[in-house]
């Protein structure tokens, strides 16, 4: 043998292939002439490579361990003699490589899948079972997922015999490069079905409409999503299934707003009721409450409702239902109610009003006030 290969590599004899390998990587790093122009390293490159070929194979390291070396005379992958080596080999000393090359499976996992689901605040707070209609992939079954009509099996590829990929050969400045591709006959699989089945054409799965029932959780907020393991896709060739996610937006509620897990309402209340006080019946998400409006009660007062909010979704407990009063004063008197007003006023010396105005915070507003003031854009 005119070179000792594992001299140009730099190992010892009982050097692992993961070791053989690395050396190779760098030197390989260090000589290519993309780096290196020099003809003497050009040279040089081509006998590691040379080398690289005979030990990462084990059957011709074994017979170069024996005393026959493998390669054609003189050892020149490049020459009109040589053998070639792999491309992949030269990539994967520069962009790291080591990837397991052979034939890509059939049986794959199935994507995730997304569904939304409209439901009404009632739900939301306290939970629910909804059935859905899904449409997705599920295992063919006529053929249980093989993709082949009863009776037939995938069969070895003719083209790459099961090995998913082609190799050629050519010509560059480097010299002989082989390269690798995917099977065109078999994709790349490794195998062929000669005989598709009928109901799926060869993929092992069909689409099919299913209902599944789906719970709510109580307290769940607006646009969660739930996720229903193994209820998405079936993958290609009767794959494990993805997963299912299910979207929850909440309807608008004609009196309710949701502001976390409290519960917001306005009443409108006569003048005379804020004055002298009163008890309002309101209908809530748990049933009719009566509601304590006390004697000179001022617009924008707030009536807390203790535990009558949405049930926290993590944890125990409930939030609040707040109740804005909202005090409304008449537009529109007869003259007999007029002549009242004007007995009150009397009697409460208010005929004239002096000027009190006063500032007010954003802090020191209601909260009430400060949502309908971001709604209407102030």
């Known amino acids: 043998m005119a070179n000792d290969y594992y001299a140009l590599l730099g190992v010892p004899r009982d050097a692992t292939a993961d070791e053989i390998k690395r050396a190779y990587r760098k030197l390989a790093r260090e000589l290519h002439p993309d780096v290196n122009p020099d003809p003497a390293t050009q040279e040089r490159f081509k006998e590691v490579t040379s080398a690289y070929e005979v030990l990462s194979d084990p059957e011709k390291r074994q017979m170069y361990d024996l005393g026959a070396d493998p390669r054609s005379p003189g050892g020149n992958p490049f020459g009109p003699g040589g053998q070639g080596f792999g491309f992949g080999d030269i990539m994967d000393a520069f962009f790291g490589g080591g990837q397991a090359r052979g034939p890509k499976p059939r049986v794959r996992r199935g994507q995730d899948a997304l569904i939304r689901v409209t439901i009404d605040l009632a739900e939301a707070a306290f939970g629910a079972v909804k059935e859905l209609q899904v449409d997705t992939a599920l295992v063919c079954s006529t053929c249980t997922g093989t993709g082949c009509a009863p009776g037939y099996q995938p069969s070895e590829c003719s083209m790459c015999r099961g090995r998913g990929e082609i190799q050629s050969v050519q010509r560059s400045f480097l010299g002989q490069v082989m390269t690798s591709r995917p099977c065109p006959q078999c994709q790349g699989y490794g195998t062929v079905i000669p005989h598709p089945c009928a109901e799926c054409s060869g993929e092992g799965r069909v689409r099919t409409r299913r209902t599944l029932k789906v719970k709510i959780p109580a307290g769940i907020d607006d646009g969660t999503r739930i996720q229903l ?17 299910v979207e929850v937006s909440t309807r608008p509620h004609p009196v309710f707003q949701r502001r976390g897990d409290d519960l917001h309402c306005s009443v409108a209340l006569p003048m005379t009721a804020a004055a002298l006080g009163t008890v309002l019946t309101l209908e809530t998400l748990d049933g009719v409450e009566e509601v304590e409006i006390r004697r000179g009660t001022q617009a924008g007062h ?3 409702l203790r535990a009558r909010g949405v049930p926290h979704l993590r944890g125990s407990g409930r939030g609040d239902l707040l109740v804005h009063v909202d005090v409304q004063t008449p537009t529109r008197l007869d003259a007999r109610q007029e002549e009242l007003l004007r007995e009150l006023a009397a009697l409460r010396n208010e005929q004239q009003v002096e000027s009190t105005a006063t500032f007010q915070s954003p802090e020191q507003q209601g909260l009430f006030s400060r949502i309908k003031d971001a709604f209407s854009g102030r």
């Open 229 to 245: 393991s193994g209820e998405g896709e079936v993958g290609p060739g009767g794959g494990p299934a993805g997963d299912l996610y």
């Open 302 to 304: 707030v009536v807390t």
